[in-house]
């Protein structure tokens, strides 16, 4: 059964940088197209970044475009979301997801993903 599993999270300082690792088990990264979500204490859970198949399309939410950087390295199984210039409304757990197997776009909706990671968590505060 494929499996994905976070990490990478921890305490940080606002204007650090963190990076966030997804890496798949059971399966073939190549096969399925990544998102990254976020929920915070009382929130709803967002979609902050995807990644397709190829790695040719991407997507990032308006309030970590220019700071978030998402990848995959297939020789890794593994994606990447590298974090920069962390705020403190960053804060959160962050989930690795995957679309169903062969879908080939991302999407930034949750519902469109079958397969999630157990969370890592992210805190940024002085």
């Known amino acids: 059964q494929v499996q994905f599993v976070e990490s990478g999270g921890g305490l940080v300082q606002p204007g650090g940088s963190l990076r966030l690792s997804c890496v798949v088990s059971g399966g073939t990264l190549r096969d399925y197209a990544i998102g990254w979500f976020r929920q915070a204490p009382g929130k709803e859970r967002e979609g902050v970044s995807c990644?397709?198949?190829?790695?040719?399309?991407?997507y990032y939410v308006d309030s970590v475009k220019g700071r978030f950087t998402i990848s995959r390295d297939s020789t890794m199984s593994t994606s990447y979301l590298q974090m920069n210039s962390l705020k403190p409304e960053d804060t959160a757990v962050y989930y690795c997801?995957?679309?169903?197997?062969?879908?080939?776009?991302?999407?930034?909706?949750?519902?469109?993903?079958?397969?999630w990671g157990q969370g890592t968590q992210v805190t940024v505060s002085s």
């Open positions: 990644i397709d198949r190829s790695g040719g399309s991407t």
């Open positions: 997801a995957a679309r169903p197997k062969y879908a080939y776009v991302c999407k930034a909706d949750s519902k469109d993903y079958n397969h």
